[in-house]
């Protein structure tokens, strides 16, 4: 299986299954001398690890993370990258294989696993395997890392809409999403969630979600025309995330309604000499490069595949037959998946920001 790989200059690679010993990446391309610590990537595994809530799946993983290479510690007592490839690994410690023995031979609707099967000819049935969401806390451990590389730049997640239900935008508040385990920067919201999805999780099925990320403090220029836009390279990021179905900058689908005098991001010169944009519908990047004005990203989850509702189905052998997900499962993955968008537009931000230094320098 190769595509294990994301990125060009600042370029990481993952392995590992969602019931192997463990999973992993290496970070290659990353700049020397930036200070780097287990603790500072902890930092974000936390906010994405499983078990956290009875909203989120009850796998129960520590997701510590180890750094195996890539950094040394000097002699102020820093430790700090050495320019070389940054190896990672997280040990699984919570897997319950037994739990899908039932579907070794059964494809779930809605999953990877016939597509797997038929490509490859054998699918790792315990947990979905490379398939599972699983391999995101290694992109949430590289965008950790991602971070450090851009100065000035600020990304964040919220969740905007968990099946029909959206927030009103009036009262967002980024400080709300750390004090729901939804990520909602609407309270209101957050609390109608709350009984909303505790009823699909107690009737064993599962919802879809919306998830923006927004990333501040971005330096205009990044990005080139034609095949390395800015905009390009965050779409691919965010799809390639499990379950995302699709993907908006900006207005994004709402720009197919308006006209041109509504869509346009009209400009004026501000006090230091410079150009003022006075909205930002283009979502920070115009003609693939990005604008100076905060980048913009929405993308859609379905809804988990893997329910308590029996559906049709077929085996591997040809048999039809009903297929019912037990386990444990997320009843919205979209949660989780806020600091897993967020991991990749720092890791596209990154890219892009060692891509234009090596063109245009400093």
């Known amino acids: 299986m190769s595509h294990n790989s994301f990125g060009h200059l600042f ?168 004090n729901n385990p939804f990520f909602c920067p609407d309270p209101e919201a957050a609390a109608q969630w709350a009984d909303y999805l505790d009823g699909v999780r107690k009737a064993g099925s599962s919802v879809g979600a919306v998830i923006e990320v927004v990333a501040e403090g971005v330096p205009v220029g990044l990005g080139a025309p034609i095949y390395g836009k800015l905009d390009q390279d965050l779409a691919s990021a965010m799809m390639s995330i499990n379950a995302v179905k699709g993907v908006e900058i900006g207005n994004g689908f709402e720009a197919a309604t308006l006209s041109g005098e509504a869509n346009a991001d009209e400009m004026r010169m501000g006090g230091d000499g410079k150009p003022v944009f006075l909205s930002n519908k283009a979502g920070g990047v115009l003609g693939g490069i990005s604008s100076g004005e905060p980048v913009v990203v929405r993308f859609a989850v379905k809804p988990t595949s893997s329910i308590l509702t029996p559906r049709q189905s077929v085996t591997s052998e040809g048999e039809e037959v009903d297929v019912m997900t037990k386990g444990r499962h997320d009843p919205c993955v979209g949660i989780r998946a806020v600091p897993v968008g967020e991991a990749m537009m720092a890791l596209v931000l990154a890219d892009h920001y060692l891509r234009n230094r090596a063109q245009n320098g400093e």
């Open 11 to 178: 370029r990481f690679t993952t392995f590992g299954e969602s019931h192997g010993v463990a999973i992993g990446c290496v970070v290659d391309g990353c700049p020397p001398r930036l200070p780097l610590t287990e603790t500072d990537i902890q930092a974000d595994l936390e906010r994405r690890k499983p078990g956290q809530s009875k909203y989120t799946t009850q796998r129960r993983e520590a997701d510590e993370v180890r750094i195996l290479s890539g950094v040394m510690t000097g002699e102020d007592g820093v430790q700090r990258t050495t320019g070389t490839p940054i190896g990672l690994l997280i040990e699984n410690t919570d897997q319950r294989s037994k739990d899908y023995s039932d579907i070794k031979s059964r494809y779930r609707p809605g999953h990877a696993d016939f597509t797997y099967d038929a490509k490859y000819g054998i699918r790792d049935y315990r947990g979905g395997g490379r398939s599972s969401a699983r391999e995101t806390a290694m992109r949430v451990a590289a965008g950790a890392i991602a971070r450090k590389v851009v100065p000035g730049v600020v990304v964040r997640g919220a969740l905007v809409q968990m099946g029909p239900h959206t927030i009103n935008r009036d009262n967002w508040d980024w400080d709300e999403t750390r």
